[in-house]
C-alpha cells in the first residue's frame, strides 16, 4: 500500500463533512463557517466561549537538524494525533498552514505523509482558506499607506532613508530581495531603496499567530515599527492609522481553520510562520482553542528542536502563558547516518557505527529540551531500509541520555502506526513530571539574552556581533523593549550558523549580522550567518513538475 505517493493516499481519503469532524468536538454547525465541503473556520463568538473551560494536555513534537533524508516530523505529529484517538483520547492536531514558496520551490507541503496526513492535502498546499493572501495584502497596505503619506508632504517627518517596513510575497523570489522603488519621476513619489521578504516572515503573520482575539490582533498591528525620524523616534503603524484596515483584512484569517485527517481526527491547521526566519509555531488561537476541546493537543514546532521547540518555548509559551506536559523528539535512523558522515546516496546499506556516531547531534537536542524541564520521548520515524540493530542502536543510546527510544510506523500503518508512542506520551503527561520554565527571564538584557541561547541550545562559544548591533539592541532597551524575548534567524541544518556543519558541533560562534524589532509581534529577530528573510528557488524548482492532468487533478505537488 505505501508505495502509492502522499497525493494518491490523500486523493483516495474518505473524508467526512466537516460538519461532523467539528461535531465530534462539540462545535454546533452555525458556529464552523465552511470553506467547501471538508475544510471550516471556527467562529471567533464561539472561540470566546470557551475560555472557561479547563485545557487538555499540550505535547510538543520537535525533531533533531533536518537533513536531506527527512525526518517526518509533520508526519509524526499527524500520527501521534491519530495514535491518541485509536487508544481511547480525544486528540486534536494543531499544524501551520504551508507556504507557497516552498511547495514550488524544494521543500514540498506541509500536511504529512503516507498513512499520517491531513488532507484536503491539495488545498492546504495551495491557497487553503486565502490566510496567506489576507496577510500578503494587509502587509502591503501598510507599505502602500507609507509611501503614500511621504508622497501626500510626509507630515510625520519620516526619513525615507529609514522606512523599516519591506513588502512581502509568498513566493521565493531572489530577484526582490533588494529593489529600488518610486522610480520615474515625481508623480511616483521619492525613490528610496527597500525590498521583499517571504510572506510567512512578516511581522504581520507573527502578529496573527500570537494574537488573542481580533482587539488584540489591532492593538498588536498598530505597535508595529514601520520608520524611524531623522532623530530615529520611531514611526508606528498607528501613526499611519492603517491598523484598523488591516484588520479589516484580517478578520477572517484570525479564525483557525478546522480540517482533520486521514483517520478523519480533528486537526486545526493555522498560521505558517518559518522556524528558520521567523517564530515557527501555529497559532495561539488555534492552540489554546484546541486545549478546551480535547483531552490532548498535539502541536509541532518547526525544523529541528534549537529553532521550532526554543522558539515554541520561549516565545510562544511564554506570551499565552502556556507550558507543555510532554516534548516528543523525531529521528531517523537515515538522519543519524547522514549526520554520521554517510552521503545520501549511501544510506541504504546498514551501517551501525555511522548510526551511532550520528546519535550526537539527538543527544544534545535531548539534553536541550530536559534544560526546560519538561520529558521527553524520541520516536523513530520507521524507514523500510532501517534494519534492526540500526534501530538497536538508536534506542540504546536514547537510554544512555535517560530517555526512551519509540519505533513508530505511522507512515506506513496509520495511526496504529503510532499506538506505542501514544501511550508513552499518555504516561508521560498524567505523571505531571512537566516542570516547564524558559530559557532566561523576561528582565535579562537583549544582547544576553541572544548569548544565553547561543551557548546553552547552540552550544557555541561565543556571539560576534558589530559595535552598531549592540548600540541598537541598548536602543531599544532604552526605548523600553528590553523585556522581549529572541527570535533567531539561523540555518535549521546545524546548531551553528554553518549548514554543513552536522553532528553536535563545539567551538563554533554565532555571527549575527543584522537586528529588527519587531514591537508588534513582541520579540526581537536576529538574524544570523547567511540566512535569508527571501529564500530563493533551487536550480531544479518543484513548479516544473507541478500540472494538471487529464482528470482534472493535480500533480507533482507533495
Same mark, same amino acid.
Given at each position: 500500500?505505501?508505495?502509492?505517493?502522499?497525493?494518491?493516499?490523500?486523493?483516495?481519503?474518505?473524508?467526512?463533512?466537516?460538519?461532523?469532524?467539528?461535531?465530534?468536538?462539540?462545535?454546533?454547525?452555525?458556529?464552523?463557517?465552511?470553506?467547501?465541503?471538508?475544510?471550516?473556520?471556527?467562529?471567533?463568538?464561539?472561540?470566546?466561549?470557551?475560555?472557561?473551560?479547563?485545557?487538555?494536555?499540550?505535547?510538543?513534537?520537535?525533531?533533531?537538524?533536518?537533513?536531506?533524508?527527512?525526518?517526518?516530523? *509533520?508526519?509524526?505529529?499527524?500520527?501521534?494525533?491519530?495514535?491518541?484517538?485509536?487508544?481511547?483520547?480525544?486528540?486534536?492536531?494543531?499544524?501551520?498552514?504551508?507556504?507557497?514558496?516552498?511547495?514550488?520551490?524544494?521543500?514540498?507541503?506541509?500536511?504529512?505523509?503516507?498513512?499520517?496526513?491531513?488532507?484536503?492535502?491539495?488545498?492546504?498546499?495551495?491557497?487553503?482558506?486565502?490566510?496567506?493572501?489576507?496577510?500578503?495584502?494587509?502587509?502591503?497596505?501598510?507599505?502602500?499607506?507609507?509611501?503614500?503619506?511621504?508622497?501626500?508632504?510626509?507630515?510625520?517627518?519620516?526619513?525615507?532613508?529609514?522606512?523599516?517596513?519591506?513588502?512581502?510575497?509568498?513566493?521565493?523570489?531572489?530577484?526582490?530581495?533588494?529593489? *529600488?522603488?518610486?522610480?520615474?519621476?515625481?508623480?511616483?513619489? #521619492?525613490?528610496?531603496?527597500?525590498? #521583499?521578504?517571504?510572506?510567512?516572515?512578516?511581522?504581520?503573520?507573527?502578529?496573527?499567530?500570537?494574537?488573542?482575539?481580533?482587539?488584540?490582533?489591532?492593538?498588536?498591528?498598530?505597535?508595529?515599527?514601520?520608520?524611524?525620524?531623522?532623530?530615529?523616534?520611531?514611526?508606528?503603524?498607528?501613526?499611519?492609522?492603517?491598523?484598523?484596515?488591516?484588520?479589516?483584512?484580517?478578520?477572517?484569517?484570525?479564525?483557525?481553520?478546522?480540517?482533520?485527517?486521514?483517520?478523519?481526527?480533528?486537526?486545526?491547521?493555522?498560521?505558517?510562520?518559518?522556524?528558520?526566519?521567523?517564530?515557527?509555531?501555529?497559532?495561539?488561537?488555534?492552540?489554546?482553542?484546541?486545549?478546551?476541546?480535547?483531552?490532548?493537543?498535539?502541536?509541532?514546532?518547526?525544523?529541528?528542536?534549537?529553532?521550532?521547540?526554543?522558539?515554541?518555548?520561549?516565545?510562544?509559551?511564554?506570551?499565552?502563558?502556556?507550558?507543555?506536559?510532554?516534548?516528543?523528539?523525531?529521528?531517523?535512523?537515515?538522519?543519524?547516518?547522514?549526520?554520521?558522515?554517510?552521503?545520501?546516496?549511501?544510506?541504504?546499506?546498514?551501517?551501525?557505527?555511522?548510526?551511532?556516531?550520528?546519535?550526537?547531534?539527538?543527544?544534545?537536542?535531548?539534553?536541550?529540551?530536559?534544560?526546560?524541564?519538561?520529558?521527553?520521548?524520541?520516536?523513530?520515524?520507521?524507514?523500510?531500509?532501517?534494519?534492526?540493530?540500526?534501530?538497536?542502536?538508536?534506542?540504546?543510546?536514547?537510554?544512555?541520555?535517560?530517555?526512551?527510544?519509540?519505533?513508530?510506523?505511522?507512515?506506513?500503518?496509520?495511526?496504529?502506526?503510532?499506538?506505542?508512542?501514544?501511550?508513552?506520551?499518555?504516561?508521560?503527561?498524567?505523571?505531571?513530571?512537566?516542570?516547564?520554565?524558559?530559557?532566561?527571564?523576561?528582565?535579562?538584557?537583549?544582547?544576553?539574552?541572544?548569548?544565553?541561547?547561543?551557548?546553552?541550545?547552540?552550544?557555541?562559544?561565543?556571539?560576534?556581533?558589530?559595535?552598531?548591533?549592540?548600540?541598537?539592541?541598548?536602543?531599544?532597551?532604552?526605548?523600553?523593549?528590553?523585556?522581549?524575548?529572541?527570535?533567531?534567524?539561523?540555518?535549521?541544518?546545524? #546548531?551553528?550558523?554553518?549548514?554543513?556543519?552536522?553532528?553536535?558541533?563545539?567551538?563554533?560562534?554565532?555571527?549575527?549580522?543584522?537586528?529588527?524589532?519587531?514591537?508588534?509581534?513582541?520579540?526581537?529577530?536576529?538574524?544570523?550567518?547567511?540566512?535569508?528573510?527571501?529564500?530563493?528557488?533551487?536550480?531544479?524548482?518543484?513548479?516544473?513538475?507541478?500540472?494538471?492532468?487529464?482528470?482534472?487533478?493535480?500533480?507533482?505537488?507533495?
Amino acid at each position: 500500500m505505501s508505495h502509492k505517493s502522499d497525493i494518491e493516499i490523500a486523493r483516495e481519503a474518505d473524508k467526512l463533512p466537516i460538519m461532523e469532524i467539528g461535531a465530534r468536538l462539540g462545535i454546533p454547525a452555525e458556529d464552523l463557517l465552511p470553506y467547501g465541503h471538508d475544510k471550516a473556520k471556527v467562529g471567533q463568538s464561539y472561540i470566546e466561549g470557551l475560555k472557561d473551560r479547563k485545557n487538555g494536555k499540550l505535547i510538543l513534537v520537535t525533531a533533531i537538524n533536518p537533513t536531506p533524508a527527512g525526518e517526518g516530523k *509533520t508526519t509524526t505529529t499527524v500520527g501521534l494525533g491519530d495514535g491518541l484517538n485509536r487508544i481511547g483520547k480525544k486528540a486534536v492536531i494543531c499544524i501551520r498552514e504551508a507556504s507557497l514558496g516552498p511547495n514550488f520551490g524544494m521543500k514540498g507541503g506541509a500536511a504529512g505523509g503516507g498513512r499520517a496526513q491531513v488532507v484536503p492535502m491539495e488545498e492546504m498546499n495551495l491557497h487553503f482558506t486565502g490566510d496567506f493572501h489576507a496577510i500578503t495584502s494587509a502587509h502591503n497596505l501598510l507599505a502602500a499607506m507609507i509611501d503614500n503619506h511621504i508622497y501626500w508632504g510626509n507630515s510625520l517627518e519620516i526619513d525615507t532613508r529609514r522606512v523599516v517596513w519591506r513588502r512581502v510575497l509568498d513566493m521565493n523570489d531572489r530577484a526582490l530581495r533588494q529593489i *529600488t522603488a518610486s522610480l520615474g519621476g515625481v508623480a511616483n513619489g #521619492f525613490p528610496r531603496e527597500t525590498g #521583499f521578504d517571504i510572506t510567512v516572515a512578516s511581522e504581520v503573520m507573527a502578529i496573527l499567530c500570537l494574537a488573542r482575539d481580533l482587539q488584540d490582533l489591532e492593538k498588536r498591528l498598530g505597535n508595529m515599527i514601520v520608520a524611524y525620524r531623522r532623530d530615529k523616534s520611531p514611526v508606528f503603524c498607528r501613526d499611519i492609522k492603517a491598523d484598523g484596515a488591516m484588520t479589516v483584512l484580517l478578520k477572517d484569517a484570525m479564525q483557525p481553520n478546522l480540517v482533520q485527517t486521514l483517520e478523519n481526527n480533528p486537526a486545526f491547521v493555522h498560521g505558517g510562520p518559518f522556524a528558520n526566519i521567523a517564530h515557527g509555531c501555529n497559532s495561539v488561537i488555534a492552540t489554546t482553542t484546541a486545549l478546551k476541546l480535547g483531552d490532548y493537543v498535539v502541536t509541532e514546532a518547526g525544523f529541528g528542536a534549537d529553532l521550532g521547540a526554543e522558539k515554541f518555548m520561549d516565545i510562544k509559551c511564554r506570551k499565552a502563558g502556556l507550558a507543555p506536559d510532554a516534548v516528543v523528539l523525531v529521528a531517523t535512523v537515515r538522519a543519524m547516518k547522514m549526520n554520521g558522515g554517510v552521503a545520501k546516496a549511501d544510506l541504504g546499506p546498514e551501517n551501525v557505527e555511522a548510526v551511532q556516531k550520528g546519535c550526537a547531534n539527538l543527544g544534545r537536542h535531548i539534553g536541550n529540551l530536559k534544560g526546560y524541564g519538561v520529558p521527553v520521548v524520541v520516536a523513530i520515524n520507521h524507514f523500510v531500509s532501517d534494519t534492526d540493530a540500526e534501530i538497536e542502536a538508536v534506542k540504546s543510546y536514547v537510554a544512555s541520555q535517560g530517555a526512551e527510544a519509540i519505533l513508530c510506523t505511522h507512515w506506513a500503518e496509520g495511526g496504529k502506526g503510532a499506538e506505542d508512542l501514544a501511550r508513552k506520551v499518555v504516561q508521560l503527561a498524567e505523571s505531571e513530571a512537566s516542570n516547564f520554565s524558559v530559557l532566561y527571564p523576561d528582565e535579562m538584557p537583549l544582547f544576553q539574552k541572544i548569548e544565553t541561547i547561543a551557548k546553552r541550545i547552540y552550544h557555541a562559544d561565543a556571539v560576534l556581533a558589530d559595535k552598531s548591533v549592540r548600540a541598537q539592541l541598548k536602543a531599544w532597551e532604552e526605548q523600553g523593549y528590553g523585556d522581549l524575548p529572541i527570535c533567531m534567524a539561523k540555518t535549521q541544518y546545524s #546548531f551553528s550558523t554553518d549548514p554543513n556543519l552536522r553532528g553536535a558541533p563545539t567551538g563554533h560562534s554565532v555571527p549575527v549580522r543584522e537586528v529588527r524589532l519587531s514591537a508588534g509581534a513582541g520579540f526581537v529577530v536576529v538574524i544570523c550567518g547567511e540566512i535569508m528573510t527571501m529564500p530563493g528557488l533551487p536550480r531544479v524548482p518543484s513548479a516544473e513538475n507541478i500540472h494538471l492532468n487529464d482528470a482534472g487533478q493535480v500533480e507533482g505537488l507533495f
